[in-house]
């Protein structure tokens, strides 16, 4: 069973003015997952609020447990957000996680994605791929994601910080750039983005 928060807000219109890449054009629904909600906010925080304006339904997977303090810190990240539609849940899988835990984020998932998804949902996880190291958590969270994009034939969108020839890049506008930064203060203060105005991921 996922713990889950939804974090309601008022629902905008979807902005023209911000589109979303290419790739991303049919999504209508993103089930995304993570090892901690950090690594995904320095990430991916700017393409999930380019997504949220586009009126995408987002669900975030956290899938580490977490204590108390984090867990009301990382709340707190995603309202600064400002993004519409969008809900975290927890896992809350104990750490190191290995691969005996791979059938317990498979359940998770697919609780998520629903057992005959709508068209345009797309999942979003880690790129483990092209990594020197990636950590056997994040490599078992991104196989995971991995085969629920067979399993249901969906599209696999790979976040990433060490983007590659392939990479796709979004640019974010200074309010995204602002609200991206007040998330990872909230939930990791002695993290801080690495990219300037930019992220990357993969299709």
């Known amino acids: 069973m996922v713990a889950s928060e939804v974090l309601w807000g008022q629902v905008p219109a ?6 979303l890449p290419p790739g991303l054009l049919r999504c209508r629904r993103v089930v995304a ?31 580490a447990a977490t204590d108390e303090r ?5 709340g707190a990240a995603m309202d600064r957000l400002r993004v519409p539609d969008l809900a975290r849940h ?9 691969p005996d835990r791979a059938d317990d984020l ?12 709508e068209s345009g949902v797309y ?7 092209g990594e020197a190291s990636p950590g056997q958590a994040v490599a078992v ?4 994601a991995r085969r629920i994009r067979k399993v249901y034939g969906l599209p ?41 105005y930019r992220e990357y991921f993969g299709i």
């Open 14 to 19: 979807p902005d023209p003015n911000r589109a």
């Open 33 to 63: 997952v993570t090892v901690h909600l950090p690594e995904f906010l320095l990430a991916a925080s700017g393409l999930l609020q380019r997504l949220g304006a586009a009126g995408v339904r987002t669900d975030v997977l956290v899938a």
């Open 70 to 74: 984090a867990d009301l810190a990382a």
């Open 90 to 98: 927890r896992l809350s899988l104990p750490v190191p996680i290995g």
């Open 106 to 117: 498979l359940a998770a998932l697919s609780e998520l994605v629903g057992f005959d998804p």
């Open 123 to 129: 999942c979003m996880a880690p790129a483990a791929d």
């Open 141 to 144: 969270v991104a196989e995971a």
């Open 156 to 196: 696999l969108v790979r976040f990433t910080t060490t983007p590659n020839a392939d990479s796709t890049r979004i640019e974010l506008d200074p309010k995204e750039w602002a609200r991206k930064c007040e998330a990872l203060a909230a939930c990791a203060s002695d993290v801080a983005p690495l990219t300037g």
